[in-house]
């Protein structure tokens, strides 16, 4: 194992260059380009919670809450006030940036299993704002005519309505959210994370303000699912309330698991295991879930670090 410790380094160094190369050729290894690109958005909401919980080890159970925001906000800037589509996406971010802020700021001042709590209440309560409120959001029905068939891009107009230019415009923001998140991880912020995921008391007793630097990954893990959100909408052309669902929280969490919380790639990893085993499994059965449920408990059970993460641990040196 040994001789993969070159290219492990490599791949450390390089790692949102062999991303991008991959994510570039991703559509063509799929069945169907509109997979590709349900892979690369739920990728990216599953990478704004692995900062918070593989990289901070905070266990959200709210994190549907900057999913959904972002995608109403994109939504609503688009079918209600016609702002173009570049700045709904912008204000989708900034929705979900909003509603972590709030939930932050309370949710930090809890531990463990309280937090995880807090956060579905939270999440429960966003919820229920967005569902009331049905002149802007459909209500239960959902936003619907977000009809962006076209879009300008540096003076040009190209059709959205074609999935392989979807893929290659959803994956230019996926990309540039990929790159800063990797200047986060290398900076000196990003190890104070991995110090307060490791043990929070010494870090605490190193001088480090550990309340405000779960406070600020808290916000950063919103605004990245937040952007997942937004492009969500602008993928499927509605805003089905279900996306602030709970449950679509307990998705996050098992694409993280699968893919190897704390774990660069892992998150993209788990996406793609989740929705291409969704994408068999109900072909074949009505209970799906139930399958799809024994397989998660099978990886937690013998695959602990997950797909991508017992990958790098059986190419680290012994």
């Given amino acids: 194992m040994a001789s993969f410790a070159p290219l492990m380094q490599f791949g450390s160094r390089h790692r949102v260059a ?21 892979i690369l958005i739920l990728g990216l909401y599953a990478l704004g919670f692995n900062l918070l919980f593989g990289y901070t080890g905070l266990l959200s159970f709210g994190h549907a809450a900057f999913l959904g925001s972002g995608a109403y906000g994109c939504g609503i800037a688009l079918v209600h006030f016609g702002v ?36 579905l209440a939270l999440s ?18 959902g936003l619907r005519g977000i009809n962006l068939a076209k879009i300008g891009i540096l003076g040009f107009e ?9 893929y290659y415009v959803v994956v230019v923001f996926v990309l540039a959210a990929v790159w800063i ?26 001088g480090y303000d550990v309340a405000r630097t779960k406070f600020v990954a808290f916000v950063l893990s919103g605004a990245f699912c937040g952007l997942a959100g937004a492009l969500k909408a602008l993928h499927l052309s509605i805003v089905p309330i279900e996306t602030l669902h709970y449950l679509t929280s307990g998705q996050v969490v098992m694409m ?10 892992g998150p993209f990893v788990g ?20 399958v799809l449920g024994a397989v998660f408990v099978v990886f937690v059970l013998f695959l602990p670090k997950g797909i991508w993460g017992t990958f790098l641990a059986l190419g680290r040196p012994r």
């Fill in 18 to 38: 062999l991303v991008a190369a991959f994510l570039l050729l991703f559509p063509w290894l799929m069945p169907y380009e509109a997979l590709a690109v349900n």
């Fill in 84 to 119: 173009p589509w570049f700045g709904a996406i912008l204000i989708g971010v900034l929705l979900s940036v909003f509603f972590a802020v709030l939930m932050g700021f309370l949710a930090i001042r809890t531990r463990g299993i309280y937090f995880a709590m807090v956060t």
């Fill in 124 to 141: 429960q309560c966003v919820y229920y704002i967005f569902y009331q409120a049905v002149g802007l959001t459909g209500g239960e029905n």
């Fill in 158 to 166: 190209v059709n959205f309505l074609n999935p392989t230019v979807k």
């Fill in 181 to 206: 998140f990797s200047r986060i991880l290398a900076s000196p912020f990003g190890a104070v994370l991995e110090a307060i995921r490791e043990n929070e008391n010494r870090a605490r007793a190193c």
């Fill in 256 to 265: 993280a698991l699968l893919g190897g919380m704390g774990t660069f790639f």
């Fill in 271 to 290: 996406a793609a295991a989740f929705l291409l085993l969704e994408d068999v499994l109900t072909t074949l059965t009505s209970h799906w879930q139930l």
